[in-house]
T-cell receptor, first 113, second 112 residues
Framework: EAQVTQNPRYLITVTGKKLTVTCSQNMNHEYMSWYRQDPGLGLRQIYYSMNVEVTDKGDVPEGYKVSRKEKRNFPLILESPSPNQTSLYFC????????????FGSGTRLTVV | RKEVEQDPGPFNVPEGATVAFNCTYSNSASQSFFWYRQDCRKEPKLLMSVYSSGNEDGRFTAQLNRASQYISLLIRDSKLSDSATYLCVVNPASGGSYIPTFGRGTSLIVHP
């Protein structure tokens, strides 16, 4: 089944404790992206990648890191999480031009206390 | 002006009603367009692509008006299960990058 897999689904952590949210897709998609979604603000792009070893900042990259060492994986790293990073996170992927739309992972609900 | 704008609603309609949402976009060279459905705290899921000629999928009809730079979604015979947030997605023109822009969504509540 074609899918984007995110883990974990839920995470509660403490301020400053490094964490990684994993994202993997099995559709051989070039484009992958991370979004956060907060009430009233819609989906905001954190980082995106057009291919292996190619990553770019989105609208809200501060406090986040990503890497794209393999085509299928695009982990999101929070080196020192803070409470304002409490949010619902989605990973998405598509073909390079996105002509067929975007496939999203099931989401990761992160709480930083 | 925001790149992609949607009326957040909520649109509160009875079962069986017909409801329409619009989504305006600012980049006149945008290439492709989509409607997504998102249930509360779930991931957005592709509902339908929007083609220049318009397209229909059962009770759902999507249309594109390039001259006025908006896309629309029409839902006929609304069901309770149609209650969700509907996001429009606009893909930019060429130039090497195809970073989609998402609207903030329109909330639909269908009541008995």
């Amino acid at each position: 089944e074609a899918q984007v897999t995110q883990n974990p689904r839920y995470l509660i952590t403490v301020t400053g404790k490094k964490l990684t949210v994993t994202c993997s897709q099995n559709m051989n998609h070039e484009y992958m992206s991370w979004y956060r979604q907060d009430p009233g603000l819609g989906l905001r792009q954190i980082y995106y990648s057009m291919n292996v070893e190619v990553t770019d900042k989105g609208d809200v990259p501060e406090g986040y890191k990503v890497s794209r060492k393999e085509k299928r994986n695009f982990p999101l790293i929070l080196e020192s999480p803070s409470p304002n990073q409490t949010s619902l996170y989605f990973c998405a992927s598509s073909t390079r031009q996105g002509n067929y739309g975007y496939t999203f992972g099931s989401g990761t609900r992160l709480t930083v206390v | 002006r925001k790149e992609v704008e949607q009326d957040p609603g909520p649109f509160n309609v009875p079962e069986g009603a017909t409801v329409a949402f619009n989504c305006t976009y600012s980049n006149s060279a945008s290439q492709s367009f989509f409607w997504y459905r998102q249930d509360c705290r779930k991931e957005p899921k592709l509902l339908m692509s929007v083609y220049s000629s318009g397209n229909e999928d059962g009770r759902f009809t999507a249309q594109l008006n390039r001259a006025s730079q908006y896309i629309s979604l029409l839902i006929r015979d609304s069901k309770l299960s149609d209650s969700a947030t509907y996001l429009c997605v606009v893909n930019p023109a060429s130039g090497g990058s195809y970073i989609p822009t998402f609207g903030r969504g329109t909330s639909l509540i269908v009541h008995p």
